[in-house]
């Protein structure tokens, strides 16, 4: 015979085909959408270096912000937090009145029981040095001390708690983390809260317009001392299985389109265990950029790298897409 019998491309030949074969369905149920909420506006502020708002913690923009995402079958948030004032420790980030707090609060008050907050735990937002643990001087200069950090993490937990989050998400690598939060949260009675580790969190240049927006980045040195050697992949495995040890519900890797490997991996090793895998926010700032630019076509890639993500073994994804993503997918005009 000189024709080929076998002929893959029937699959391919009309697009209802190749929906009925699809082997990845991404949906907008997959996603926690970030925001950004900041003490020090009375308004919706446009994020400069970045694309988005900062919102005001009790604001009716925020509860609008929130509902028009849960129209779009996007019900699960991820809250940061801008505090007013900084010190060593980062106390305002487990004050009662905390911007954090007080936007879970009011969330809850408006919205109910329906939208699923998570909220990321850490201090270098929070902290006048910038770093996600807290530094202590030695003999070979200054090092992020782990279990003073803890303790800031337990209480941080339990206010959140008090206050009405679903999940807390700590980002800050120290070890032992989830059994600290664990433990604060089930001594205070909170053993329905539960806990989304940043568990394999890559030392990233990705990580730039977060922490612009964030106002974050470390005054000295960098995160290289806590947070994963991009070099490393059994590493992260490491990690995840001490989270999961530890309690942690639903584990990630971030970021995620460089780690596309990493995602893979975790999976199979771990399938029993939700996993979360964080389209940071550099990553989502290359696709606009390069739209804007005219050099691809920012919808398009913005769905493919969603599908690439989900495709690795993602179960749950984090991403500023989610809210354009969501009103594709709904729309049912994709482009595969
Ligand atoms: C804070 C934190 C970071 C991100 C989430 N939580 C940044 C960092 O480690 O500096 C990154 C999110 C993003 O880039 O979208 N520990």
């Keep these: ?14 697009k209802a085909l190749r929906d009925l074969v699809a082997e990845t369905r991404l949906d907008p149920s997959k996603f926690i959408l970030p925001v950004f909420i900041n003490d020090n506006v009375d308004s919706p502020v ?5 694309e988005g708002y900062y919102y005001p913690p009790e604001s009716p923009s925020l509860i609008e912000y929130i509902s028009k995402a849960m129209d779009l079958k996007v019900k699960a948030f991820l809250i940061f937090g801008i505090p007013r004032s900084r010190d060593y420790r980062g106390s305002q980030a487990w004050d009662k009145n905390g911007v954090v707090q007080r936007a879970l609060r009011y969330l809850r008050r408006e919205l109910g029981g329906e939208p699923i907050i998570f909220a990321d735990l850490c201090i270098c937002g929070y902290t006048d040095h910038g770093h996600c643990g807290l530094p202590r001087k030695t003999l070979k200069g200054d090092i992020i001390d782990n279990d003073s950090t803890l303790e800031v993490y337990a209480k941080i ?16 690598m120290m070890d032992g983390q989830v059994k600290a939060i664990r433990e604060a949260l ?60 530890e309690g942690a519900d639903i584990v990630m890797v971030k970021p995620a389109l460089a780690y596309l490997d990493i995602i893979r991996f975790i999976k199979e090793s771990v399938p029993h265990i939700p996993l979360a895998a964080y389209n940071v926010s550099g990553e989502y700032m290359m696709v606009k950029k390069a739209a ?45």
């Design 1 to 14: 015979m000189r024709f080929p019998s076998l002929r893959p491309r029937r699959l391919r030949m009309f």
């Design 46 to 50: 446009k994020i400069k270096g970045f």
């Design 157 to 172: 937990a339990e206010s959140y708690a008090e206050s009405g989050v679903d999940f807390v998400a700590p980002s800050g």
């Design 186 to 245: 089930d001594t205070a009675g909170f053993t329905d809260v539960g806990i989304m580790s940043y568990s394999a969190k890559y030392a990233s240049a990705f990580y730039g317009p977060f922490r612009v927006t964030m106002d974050s980045a470390p005054r000295f040195g960098d995160r290289r001392s806590y947070q994963l050697d991009p070099r490393n992949a059994s590493e992260a495995l490491k990690e995840v299985l001490m989270d999961v040890e």
């Design 292 to 336: 804007e630019l005219g050099i691809i076509d920012g919808e398009i890639a913005m769905l493919e790298i969603l599908t690439a993500i989900a495709r690795a073994g993602a179960d749950v994804i984090i991403t500023y897409h989610a809210l354009e993503a969501a009103e594709l997918l709904n729309s049912g005009k994709t482009p595969f």
